[in-house]
């Protein structure tokens, strides 16, 4: 779906549309799956463009960073942006409106927003550096590799830091 900012009437233009957004790659190449994706909001014409105040809900199916394995994560996110017309407006010659951030200006070619890009970008933005699968994932044996959620490995539990092993020899002399 597009936002045509020269099709918004005086009264704003409504959102309200389930979306199918393409799956996305994370910092580690790893398959970021958007299911059940819908975007809630309005957009009026303001004084650059037209001002979009939306909240987008999405679950997000990802890797667990320690112990790989997927799970779903639910994404409730609120934003504010105005859509400015055509690409040139965004340049770091161009002075932002008092109190304007340019974080929040997002280009509108030929005066139309992909609402799935201006969606995707939302997700990235607000997506876990770590995402952990539960509080209390154990992960991956360093060692042999095994999920230590699902079953103990047979791997030394106490592995002792390379930096710290010259002192082992003065806590052996007690």
Do not use: H, W
């Amino acid at each position: 779906m597009f936002i045509d900012i020269n099709e918004i009437r005086d009264e704003g233009l409504a959102i309200d549309e389930p979306l199918r957004i393409p799956d996305l790659r994370g910092l580690a190449d790893e398959m970021i799956v958007v299911e059940e994706a819908r975007v809630k909001g309005r957009a009026v014409r303001g004084g650059r463009g037209a001002e979009l105040d939306a909240r987008l809900t999405a679950r997000v199916a990802m890797p667990c960073s320690r112990c790989l394995e997927p799970f779903a994560n639910d994404l409730s996110v609120t934003f504010f942006l105005t859509l400015v017309e055509g690409d040139a407006a965004l340049g770091p010659e161009t002075d932002a409106a008092e109190g304007e951030d340019d974080a929040t200006l997002f280009p509108a070619p030929r005066g139309r927003a992909d609402l799935v890009e201006i969606c995707s970008e939302q997700i990235y933005l607000n997506l876990p550096l770590k995402p952990i699968c539960k509080e209390g994932c154990r992960g991956l044996c360093p060692t042999c590799g095994a999920n230590r959620n699902r079953s103990e490995c047979g791997c030394a539990a106490e592995e002792i830091d390379p930096r710290l092993a010259p002192l082992l020899r003065f806590k052996k002399r007690r």
